[in-house]
């Protein structure tokens, strides 16, 4: 009776994806949206951004020429995986309803807004999540082959997204399910089915980009400016900064929690990263960007301490909201204007933003510190999520933790991927619980029904039926 009164997993999914495309219709634009637009619109597709957000933007312009079909596509994407790791966890219906209940409520889960590559790659990876797991529960072509797609998409989305996907392809293996040289062989599949996808999404990349800028130096140079702050001089080389920069306007234009306004301030008169360079010029900030960095490891460690600060703590007020949600719109260039209903539930949720965003809620630390929990605490069990319990964890991790160099400003939607699988890994800890296997001695209880039954060597290999008895 009870299990009839608790609605299905799935309905409420679909019933938060419903609420979330109401409230953020027709989806957050900030500046890198809007220039993505253009740049779908256009064709002049760069190499700043990862090319699979363009390719969705013209997707989705097929349908209408604006933010709404990627939001409603994302929200597809998050919502289906939800319903599919919920319902191969193998948990009560009560344990599981308390997943999409906990992705909903999250204010992690509020980025869903954006029309943000960070939130492609979230839903792609938390879709593939949910066929992976899927998949276990159920051997075949169908969810390994979703898996695999959403895999090899979300690597298009972002150039760091192979940190994410690698332990993803992992667990599509079965790495965990063999012993020995079979572990080995199916480790080195996983690893060759990544260099594959990843040098095809660098093809890809190639054949459609028409506009080439280096991406390195916008980290180079704030980072050298943030050491010459700290250590009161210029250690900046000459042909990357003005000769009558002085130490008090790079002062006045460097900022520890992003690398924008350095390169916005006339003032600071620091080259501009994103345009052609010399090939020469690439090389030689390289090995005076290393150069400077043992020469001054204390300013540079104090400079990417400050930012990590922020990346994953808590936010101050006094900072720009802009790290935390940018409701938008922008207007770019040629970009048709974005009309926006100004209804009660979108004022909520922006007052939600607002009110939050200064607060632990729009915070890593938290978040992670739960999936990192949960993650042990699912391994203690040694059930049938303790290996991709760990494996998430993983990705988690190994995409978050590069950000500590990579990382171009303090904002929330970096690590988008590392907080949402971080909720799905603490559930999968603290209310998640498999079924467990039925003793061998139950089954004589009933010989005669057993008699009946058909025998089968375990699992059928992907697109085979497994052999007669």
Not at 116 to 131: E, M, Y
Not at 378 to 407: E, F, G, N
Request: charge should be positive; hydrophobic fraction near 50%.
């Amino acid at each position: 009776m009870l299990r009839r009164q608790i609605p299905s997993t799935g309905i409420i999914c679909a019933l938060f994806a419903i609420v979330y495309a109401a409230a953020f219709f027709p989806g957050y634009v900030s500046f890198d949206s809007a220039y993505q637009w253009w740049q779908a619109r256009s064709g002049e597709i760069s190499t700043i951004n990862g090319v699979g957000i363009v390719l969705l933007w013209r997707a989705g312009g097929l349908l209408h020429d604006g933010p709404a079909p990627l939001l409603l596509f994302n929200l597809v994407l998050f919502w289906t995986g939800a319903a599919w790791i919920a319902q191969a966890a193998g948990a009560t219906p009560a344990r599981r309803l308390l997943l999409p209940l906990l992705l909903g409520l999250a204010p992690a889960s509020w980025l869903l807004a954006h029309i943000w590559s960070d939130i492609s790659l979230l839903a792609l990876l938390l879709f593939a999540t949910g066929a992976l797991l899927r998949q276990r529960e159920r051997p075949g072509c169908g969810f390994a082959l979703l898996a695999g797609l959403a895999c090899a998409f979300a690597l298009a989305q972002r150039h760091n997204a192979v940190f994410a996907v690698a332990p993803l392809l992992a667990l599509l293996a079965r790495a965990d399910q063999a012993e020995g040289a079979a572990r080995r062989r199916r480790l080195g599949a996983a690893a060759l089915a990544g260099l594959l996808l990843f040098g095809g999404v660098q093809l890809l990349a190639a054949q459609l980009t028409r506009v080439h800028y280096p991406v390195l130096p916008s980290l180079t140079l704030w980072d050298l400016a943030g050491m010459s702050v700290r250590e009161q001089q210029i250690l900046l080389p000459d042909y990357v900064i003005e000769a009558r920069t002085s130490l008090d306007d790079l002062a006045s234009a460097y900022v520890p929690w992003s690398n924008t306004p350095l390169f916005a301030s006339p003032r600071a008169g620091v080259r501009y990263p994103f345009q052609s360079w010399p090939e020469a010029d690439l090389r030689r900030l390289d090995r005076d960007w290393l150069q400077r960095l043992a020469q001054h490891p204390r300013a540079y460690l104090a400079h990417r301490g400050e930012l990590l600060a922020g990346l994953f703590g808590t936010r101050p007020r006094s900072l720009p909201m802009e790290l935390t949600y940018v409701a938008g719109p922008v207007v770019y260039k040629d970009n048709p204007p974005v009309s926006v209903p100004d209804t009660a539930l979108r004022r909520l949720a922006l007052a939600g933003f607002d009110t939050l965003r200064a607060t632990p809620a729009f915070a890593a630390w938290p978040y992670l510190l739960f999936g990192l929990c949960g993650a042990w605490r699912a391994w203690r069990r040694r059930d049938a999520l303790s290996a991709p319990a760990l494996w998430l964890c993983a990705s988690a991790w190994a995409y978050a933790l590069p950000y500590a160099v990579l990382a171009p400003a303090a904002e929330f939607r970096y690590l988008a991927w590392s907080c949402g699988i971080s909720l799905v890994l603490g559930w999968l800890g603290f209310f998640a619980r498999p079924a467990k296997s039925v003793p061998a001695a139950q089954s004589i209880e009933r010989p005669e029904r057993d008699s009946l039954r058909r025998p089968t060597l375990g699992p059928a290999p992907c697109g085979q039926t497994p052999p007669a008895a």
